[in-house]
């Protein structure tokens, strides 16, 4: 038979729901501590599988040389910047392909016609 529960617990009603931890400053968020030094905001931004799959090798690639686990929006963030410091002016673009030539250009990397 089974063992019949204590009907009344040690604590009272009211210390059952009191923190047995003192609380830090602050209440605790939920998911990962953040681990950046300035304010941010999460977007959603769509992607081609081939660009996941570049996002993703590059990762796994890193993290094989170096050890290092770098996220996709590591990668897209350090992308950012880089673009952002290179003071490339992309203004003039008027479309996807325009970006991509600029700074394909400014790389020396793209060439007419290949």
Request: aromatic share 4%; charged share 25%.
């Amino acid at each position: 038979m089974a063992r019949r529960r204590n009907a009344h617990p040690s604590k009272s009603k009211t210390d059952l729901f009191t923190p047995t931890r003192r609380a830090t400053s602050g209440k605790r968020k939920p998911g990962r501590p953040p681990v950046h030094d300035e304010a941010w905001t999460k977007v959603t931004v769509v992607l081609f599988n081939r660009q996941i799959v570049f996002l993703d090798r590059l990762a796994a690639n890193i993290r094989a040389q170096t050890g290092a686990a770098i996220s996709r929006a590591q990668l897209i963030r350090a992308l950012l910047d880089a673009v952002a410091d290179a003071d490339i002016d992309l203004t003039a673009s008027l479309s996807e392909a325009d970006l991509k030539a600029t700074l394909l250009a400014r790389l020396g990397k793209y060439r007419m016609g290949l």
